[in-house]
């Protein structure tokens, strides 16, 4: 089918509707991320150590750049 276009219905509609919602609830400040730590992809392996632990408190936040 080249040369066409398609528009994709079902879970990937779904998910980007759901992405959006919460998207607007952050933008509203009506929904909170609670992050606990942030580490940067080279201390991966601190952030793995730190969320099998039992100290965990919040989400870890793994930064790409």
């Known amino acids: 089918m080249s040369g066409s276009t398609r528009t994709r219905i079902g879970p990937h509609a779904e998910y980007l509707k759901s992405i ?36 965990k408190k919040g989400n870890v936040v793994v930064k790409i750049d």
């Not at 952050?26 to 039992?54: D, K, M, P, Q, W």
């Open 20 to 55: 959006l919602i919460l998207k607007k609830l952050f933008e509203a400040r009506e929904l909170h991320a609670n992050i606990g730590r942030t580490y940067t992809l080279e201390e991966i392996v601190e952030a793995h150590t730190y969320v099998n632990s039992e100290r």
